[in-house]
Structures are given as C-alpha cells and as structure tokens.
C-alpha cells in the first residue's frame, strides 16, 4: 500500500486523471487516501453494569440540576392586576402631605443657598430651587385644566338631560378653555395696568355667546324648513297652502344666508380679538420674566 502511494506521489497531475477515470473516484480515494473516511470510535460498554466510556475530548458541564428549585414569580405591582386600578384623585388625597414637604425641603435649600459662598454648590441649590418651582407650577396648571373639563362636563351632563347632542372635548375645546381662563385671570390682574386688554378680556364672552346665538338660529331656521318639506310631500295640500309654504320655505333661506354672514362676521372678530389678546399675554410674560430676571 505505502509503494503504490509512493509511486501516485510521484506521478503528474495528468497521468493521476488518467488513473481516476480508469478505476473511479471511490477506488481512487481509498488508495490515495489509504483508508477512506476515518471511522468515528463509538464507545459502547462492555457490560451494563458498567460506566459508559465518554471522550474526553468533551468538556463535562459544570452546571448540573441536582434538586430542582422553584422558580421566583417577580411581581411589578404598577403593572399588576391585584394592586388595583390608579385612581387619580385618591392618589393625590393620600400623598397630599408630600407637598408640605416639599414647601419645608425648600425652605431649607433657600436657607443653605444664602449661607453658602462657594459658586459650584450655589449653583447646584439654584438649580434644585427652579425646579422645584416649575415643578409646582406645572402640577397647578394640571390641577386647574383638571377643574375645568370637570366643570365643563358638569354642565355638558346638565344639558345632555335637558336633551341635547353629547359632545366630547377635542384637545382644541380644551385649549380654548384653558385661553378663555388665562383671559379672565389676566382682566383681573391687568384693570388698572392695561384698561384696553380688560376691554378685550370682557368682550370675548360676550362674542362666544352671539356665536351661539347665531348658530342656534340657523339650526331653528333649518329644521323649520325640514318640517315645511314634509308637509309639503302630503298630497292633501291646496295651491294657496303650497304656495305660502314655499314662500315661508323662501323666508327661511334668505333668514340662514343673513345668519351666516352675521356668523362669519363674529367668527372674525373672535379671531382678532384672540390674536390681540395673545399678544397681550406673551407682553405681559415678558414683562413678568424682566422684572423677576432683575
């Protein structure tokens, strides 16, 4: 065997082609490669009552379940049924003594902050203190959208009774109740600074009500003519009843066209007088900031 693999070494690439084609691949393997594949050692036991023989080429490994342990069910109670449901206002009820604490953590910090001399640690409280004021403000103004939409649904429940349409709040409606409140905050704060802004401040709910006026009278005026195109369907009518029909369905029309102009008209004036009361505001918060900045 070792001669004939001598004599194929030594042999050329062709003459080696050659030979594989006359006996073929598989005898060509055996003899080139002496004996084929190698054949894997199965480790088998000589008798049962013996250990198996196990490579030692493979690592044994280390972790080994010996007494079964019971697996930690780990509970996140925010996310738990059995905790309950978050009940917003119980919530702020039970934890409402936090913000005494607060008041009291502060008033500590303003005492360090006039103590202190060294401009790292001044600048560290002052930080803490600006936070904490905006964190003061920010749960303020929650809590008085909160007071209004509650208001708001209130009376939207009162008129649901009454038998109107519900409506639900967008978060535009809710905007608009939120500018509507800061107006009449501002008309409170700025009578004697600003007479004109208290002017605009009062008649905004005034245009609010003419709007509503408007819109009701259109919607009147439509079911009126609703009712006239019903009646008119019946066959049982006369000419002169058709006619004053038609003729009162006319009146109505003309009515709406005169309501909608009127209506586009305040929608207009709303808009300005918005927009000039915005201005007001954000002249009044820069103001408001340079004096506390000095």
């Not at 119980?90 to 008041?103: G, H, R």
């Not at 038609?246 to 909608?260: A, S, T």
Request: hydrophobic content about 30%.
């Amino acid at each position: 065997m070792e001669e004939i693999h001598k004599e194929l070494s030594e042999m050329t690439f062709e003459e080696l082609q050659k030979f594989k084609d006359k006996v073929g691949i598989n005898m060509f393997n055996k003899i080139y490669h002496k004996s084929g594949k190698a054949k894997k050692k199965k480790f088998q036991r000589e008798n049962k009552n013996r250990p198996m023989e196990m490579s030692s080429k493979k690592p044994v490994s280390r972790h080994r379940n010996v007494i079964p342990v019971p697996k930690k069910i780990i509970r996140d109670p925010r996310f738990d049924n059995l905790s309950g449901e978050y009940n917003e206002q119980f919530f702020q009820k039970a934890y409402s003594f936090i913000d005494d604490v607060k008041e009291k953590e502060k008033r500590i910090l303003k005492k360090k902050l006039k103590k202190t001399k060294d401009p790292k640690k001044q600048e560290k409280l002052h930080y803490i203190l600006t936070r904490m004021e905006q964190q003061k403000l920010a749960s303020e103004q929650d809590k008085k959208q909160k007071t209004l939409e509650h208001k708001w649904r209130s009376e939207e429940k009162e008129m649901i009774q009454q038998g109107k349409k519900p409506y639900f709040l967008k978060k535009s409606d809710k905007k608009l109740l939120e500018i509507v409140e800061k107006y009449k905050e501002l008309k409170e704060k700025s009578k004697a600074t600003c007479p004109y802004f208290s002017e605009l401040a009062s008649t905004m709910p005034s245009i609010f009500g003419q709007i509503e006026a408007v819109e009701k009278g259109i919607k009147a005026c439509r079911t009126h003519i609703e009712r006239i195109d019903k009646s008119l369907r019946e066959k049982h009518l006369t000419d002169e009843e058709r006619l004053s029909f038609l003729d009162c369905q006319d009146r109505l029309r003309n009515q709406i066209k005169k309501h909608e102009k009127e209506l586009k008209a305040l929608r207009y004036e709303n808009l300005k007088s918005m927009i000039l009361a915005v201005i007001f505001f954000c002249i009044l918060c820069v103001i408001y900031a340079i004096i506390h900045i000095r």
